[in-house]
């Protein structure tokens, strides 16, 4: 009898839980339906989540002055939202494709403690919200050292900020961000 009772309150608070976060969601929901819809509308896996929509708003708000459509460009370019990814040639990993250099220039921009790459690659490969952060810490701190150059944004990202000052970078991928960004 007394293991129904506690069962039966046990149901009820994670109820009362479940509505709470409903009515959060919604809230959060109604607020952002614009940016909702812009960001499902240009993502394949994105949309399952609402926590990883929320993520990427969240990142955006904090890190890019709002400017989620480049971060969900940028993402949606580089790993078609697959965290699992490992890309050129074993050397790019997570849902943002960053290398060793980037991943330790974005950690120490963000100001983590720990920017040890073996623990920044691990984190990436195992946490999207995790991949996404450093991938939008690195975006910001290319746009602020661009001066809000997008191009020159988007080519860093891409290949590096050595190869913008060289003039060695792909605009094929750069018309591609910004042709989703405009979409």
Do not use: P
Request: glycine residues 4%; contains cysteine.
């Amino acid at each position: 009898m007394k293991f129904s009772k506690l069962l039966f309150y046990i149901l009820i608070i994670l109820l009362v839980l479940f509505v709470k976060t409903m009515e959060i969601d919604s809230k959060l929901l109604s607020e952002n339906m614009d940016k909702y819809y812009w960001i499902l509308n240009h993502t394949k896996y994105i949309h399952n989540s609402s926590r990883i929509s929320n993520y990427v708003l969240d990142v955006s708000n904090r890190l890019l002055d709002n400017n989620y459509k480049l971060l969900t460009c940028v993402l949606k370019t580089e790993s078609d939202f697959d965290n699992f990814k490992t890309g050129d040639g074993g050397k790019a990993y997570g849902i943002g494709q960053m290398h060793e250099k980037a991943m330790i220039d974005s950690c120490k921009y963000l100001g983590f403690k720990s920017c040890k790459y073996s623990f920044l690659k691990r984190k990436v490969m195992k946490s999207t919200l995790f991949s996404i952060e450093l991938s939008a810490g690195y975006l910001s701190f290319l746009y602020k050292h661009y001066k809000g150059d997008l191009d020159k944004t988007i080519m860093a990202y891409n290949a590096g900020m050595n190869n913008v000052k060289d003039n060695k970078f792909n605009m094929i991928y750069v018309q591609k961000v910004k042709k989703c960004i405009n979409q």
